[in-house]
T-cell receptor
């Protein structure tokens, strides 16, 4: 069965620091990968997605992620975080039923 | 405006009550999903539908049932609520594989 691992449960950064959140998936075939963000009190929103082509994908709000097939990884990055990036971030892979298989999420706290 | 709605947002009920969690989307998506989310845990798929009159159980065993009589509506019913059903329930929809899913705001259910 497919699974997704997010290595960091809670990350605390100061504003302007660089961010990298780890994500590894288990499936070795063709994958569609996603990062979702959940701001406090809001619903899950799609941040970016990869399903083919350039392994470096750019999303909203300055986020990007790199798909490295050999490492089964899809890490999320942002060069300089802002206080408004405080949220929970979920990595997901698309399952065989078209559903999403999520990691446990990483809480990001950005200190002003 | 295209969106996905869930009602109620919060619900506290007693053990043994029958409840229905509503989910509606205005995007005309064929695929709809119900996930269960507990704090600090992954989202787990409990039901999905590929279209009208199509419903399937997901990976997580659930005592709930769903129906899909109209494209836009995908309600989830608990015939007899128990404290173990206390959780957040998220509804999502999508139109194509690889393009991600749109999530509703969720229903936070507490069974006393």
């Amino acid at each position: 069965a497919q699974s997704v691992s997010q290595h960091n449960h809670h990350v605390i950064l100061s504003e302007a620091a660089s961010l990298e959140l780890g994500c590894n998936y288990s499936y070795g075939g063709t994958v569609n990968l996603f990062w979702y963000v959940q701001y406090p009190g809001q619903h899950l929103q799609l941040l970016l997605k990869y399903f083919s082509g350039d392994p470096l994908v750019k999303g909203i709000k300055g986020f990007e992620a790199e798909f490295i097939k050999s490492k089964f990884s899809f890490n999320l990055r942002k060069p300089s975080v802002q206080w408004s990036d405080t949220a929970e971030y979920f990595c997901a892979v698309e399952g065989s039923q078209g559903n999403l298989i999520f990691g446990k999420g990483t809480k990001l706290s950005v200190k002003p | 405006e295209a969106d996905i709605y869930q009602t109620p947002r919060y619900l506290v009920i007693g053990t043994g009550k029958k409840i229905t969690l509503e989910c509606s989307q205005t995007m005309g998506h064929d695929k709809m999903y119900w996930y269960q989310q507990d704090p600090g845990m992954e989202l787990h798929l409990i039901h999905y539908s590929y279209g009208v009159n199509s419903t399937e159980k997901g990976d997580l065993s659930s005592e709930s049932t769903v129906s899909r009589i109209r494209t836009e509506h995908f309600p989830l019913t608990l015939e007899s609520a128990r404290p173990s059903h206390t959780s957040q329930y998220l509804c999502a929809s999508s139109d194509k594989e690889g393009y991600g899913q749109y999530f509703g705001p969720g229903t936070r259910l507490t069974v006393t």
